[in-house]
């Protein structure tokens, strides 16, 4: 079953938003030519990003997942791309309870149709901000039980944040969060290819979207008194446990750290 929480807000298809941009890029259909404008004007290797933050995604729930954890947040969700995150885990964990956010009213619309929990678990959808972290620990509250460790995802999400506000909104989230839990995070990286970070930069900022790539030491900011599971905080196709999957370049800084 699937349950929603939050206000439910009007399409607005005037305007790009990350999640149908990223849509885009991963080969969906679920975005508007707004959305695709700006996609077009990224760099050649942007669906690349994409294709590695969501793999990263793939590999960290699925080990969170093996190691035990059946309770997961996922925040800037997203318009659903199979496999999904709750796909991923419930298949190795059926009882899995998983919610997941997102602000635009287009991935609750899809999320209602597609986002199916085994028999056995629960998915559920917030529908907020990450920029209002306290609303959306309240409301997951009532599916997840945070006395118990939580898997907290946010993939590709925090570098549409601005730099102190960021690290705020992270660690009120973390905050929440019992020991034994962990935190799944990916950033962009600032300082892989500086000029190729700036070109997106200001391609989003002429649509409007304010982004904050960021280098290896800022995103390590964000797992200060966390301990970072190996192989620690590297790019996204570097992370993983068990098989390695094929060695690429990538400009996106990604970890696994566990709450002490």
Do not use: C
């Given at each position: 079953m699937i349950m929603t929480y939050g206000p439910k807000r009007q399409v607005d298809t005037s305007r790009p938003h990350p999640a149908r941009v990223y849509d885009w890029l991963l080969g969906g259909k679920d975005n508007y030519e707004v959305d695709r404008h700006v996609g077009r004007e990224l760099p050649a290797d942007g669906r690349d990003s994409a294709r590695q933050n969501r793999a990263f995604m793939i590999r960290a729930v699925s080990w969170l997942a093996e190691s035990g954890?059946?309770?997961?947040?996922?925040?800037?969700?997203?318009?659903?791309?199979?496999?999904?995150?709750?796909?991923?885990?419930?298949?190795?964990?059926p009882s899995a309870r998983i919610v997941y956010t997102d602000n635009d009213p287009i991935v609750l619309?899809?999320?209602?149709?597609?986002?199916?929990?085994?028999?056995?678990?629960?998915?559920?959808?917030?529908?907020?901000?990450?920029?209002?972290?306290?609303?959306?620990?309240?409301?997951?509250?009532?599916?997840?039980?945070?006395g118990r460790p939580i898997a907290l995802s946010l993939i590709a999400l925090m570098h549409f944040v601005p730099d102190e506000e960021a690290y705020g909104i992270v660690r009120t989230?973390?905050?929440?969060?019992?020991?034994?839990?962990?935190?799944?995070?990916?950033?962009?990286?600032?300082?892989?290819?500086?000029?190729?970070?700036?070109?997106?930069?200001?391609?989003?900022?002429?649509?409007?979207?304010e982004l904050a790539f960021r280098t290896r030491d800022g995103v390590a900011r964000f797992f200060e008194?966390?301990?970072?599971?190996?192989?620690?905080?590297?790019?996204?196709?570097?992370?993983?446990?068990?098989?390695?999957?094929?060695?690429?370049?990538?400009t996106i800084y990604a970890a696994v750290a566990r709450v002490p």
């Amino acid at each position: 079953m699937i349950m929603t929480y939050g206000p439910k807000r009007q399409v607005d298809t005037s305007r790009p938003h990350p999640a149908r941009v990223y849509d885009w890029l991963l080969g969906g259909k679920d975005n508007y030519e707004v959305d695709r404008h700006v996609g077009r004007e990224l760099p050649a290797d942007g669906r690349d990003s994409a294709r590695q933050n969501r793999a990263f995604m793939i590999r960290a729930v699925s080990w969170l997942a093996e190691s035990g954890t059946d309770q997961f947040l996922d925040i800037g969700t997203g318009i659903p791309t199979e496999p999904n995150l709750h796909q991923v885990v419930q298949r190795i964990r059926p009882s899995a309870r998983i919610v997941y956010t997102d602000n635009d009213p287009i991935v609750l619309r899809h999320a209602e149709a597609l986002l199916v929990s085994t028999p056995e678990g629960t998915t559920d959808y917030v529908e907020a901000d990450v920029r209002d972290p306290e609303y959306i620990i309240e409301h997951a509250g009532r599916s997840l039980d945070f006395g118990r460790p939580i898997a907290l995802s946010l993939i590709a999400l925090m570098h549409f944040v601005p730099d102190e506000e960021a690290y705020g909104i992270v660690r009120t989230l973390v905050d929440a969060l019992p020991s034994g839990s962990h935190l799944a995070l990916s950033n962009a990286s600032s300082d892989l290819r500086p000029e190729r970070a700036a070109r997106i930069t200001a391609q989003y900022a002429q649509a409007g979207i304010e982004l904050a790539f960021r280098t290896r030491d800022g995103v390590a900011r964000f797992f200060e008194g966390l301990d970072l599971v190996e192989p620690g905080l590297v790019t996204a196709p570097r992370w993983y446990r068990g098989a390695a999957p094929e060695r690429e370049d990538s400009t996106i800084y990604a970890a696994v750290a566990r709450v002490p």
